[in-house]
């Protein structure tokens, strides 16, 4: 009944935050995330990276607006 | 920007699998429903309470939400950060201009709440630059590949020479280390 889950797929989190991870693996990472306690943990802790990651992108290589 | 489209495009086919012409209306609504209120209070109380001001800005930031609709992940509390920032950098800059040339009414008075300026935001730049850099390379690498350069871990991973999985993996544990440091140093909570 309890499948061992392979540790991998809960590395996806760090991608997802970031909104790095492929458009096809988007949907299996939040099917697992629905009922993953770890990530959803995880996912909250990673939340403010991408904003302090913006700040070094917005200082060194305006690529964006 | 074809990715960006495939990106909106897929998340919308999931959210409604019927064919929706108006796609980028209804995203927009959306965000505006979702967010426009809370938004909105919090830009004011960084405006000075110029309402005008405010609200031009939560318009500005929630557009660039649309725009960046592939970088986003929709899960609440993320998007929820991501539009705070950008908000913040788009009131920043605004004042920035609005010093430069001063309105003919008065500028907004003095903050009592705690804002952020353009010399806290290159102090927060230099914190997390430095934090990148103390990152072994395999972790300061793989989040600079992906991220910082925006590319999807397939792209990363094409580049770098090595399997989607492993980028994965190193980006976790990269993100780990990079969180414990800016923890460290009481920029992230
Ligand atoms: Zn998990």
């Known amino acids: 009944m309890f499948a ?3 540790e991998s797929l809960h590395h996806d989190v760090a991608a997802y935050a970031l909104g790095v991870l492929d458009p096809e693996d988007i949907q299996g990472f939040e099917l697992h995330l629905a009922s993953c306690e770890r ?3 995880e996912l909250d802790e990673f939340g403010e990276l991408p904003g302090l990651l913006d700040e ?3 200082a ?4 964006r607006p | 920007m074809w990715l960006v489209r495939r990106q909106l495009d897929t998340r919308f086919e999931r959210l409604d699998p019927d064919d929706d012409p108006d796609r980028d209306d209804r995203l927009i609504r959306e965000l505006y429903q979702e967010f426009g209120g809370p938004l909105l209070r919090q830009v004011r109380q ?7 001001w405010a609200e031009d800005v939560v318009q500005e930031t929630l557009l660039r939400a649309w725009r960046n609709a592939a970088k986003l992940t929709w899960e609440r509390g993320l998007l929820w950060a991501w539009l705070l920032t950008v908000s913040r950098r788009i009131v920043i800059d605004g004042r920035r201009r609005r010093s ?3 309105r003919e009414v008065e500028p907004p008075e003095a903050d009592s709440i ?4 353009a010399a806290d935001r290159t102090l927060a730049a230099i914190v997390v630059a430095d934090a990148l850099r103390g990152l072994s390379p395999d972790h300061r690498e793989v989040i600079e590949q992906t991220y910082l350069r925006d590319r999807t871990v397939s792209e990363a991973a094409e580049i770098l020479g090595i399997p989607p999985g492993t980028v994965k993996s190193r980006l976790y544990y990269a993100m780990r280390a990079l969180r414990g440091v800016l923890k460290e140093r ?3 909570s």
Request: glycine residues 6%; charged residues 25%; contains cysteine.
């Open chain 2, 100 to 102: 430069v040339r001063p």
């Open chain 2, 114 to 117: 705690a804002v952020p300026d």
């Open chain 1, 4 to 6: 061992e889950i392979p």
């Open chain 1, 56 to 58: 070094v992108k917005s």
């Open chain 1, 39 to 41: 990530c959803k943990i």
């Open chain 1, 60 to 63: 060194s290589q305006r690529v």
């Open chain 2, 46 to 52: 960084t405006t000075g309470n110029d309402l005008q």
């Open chain 2, 186 to 188: 009481g920029v992230a």
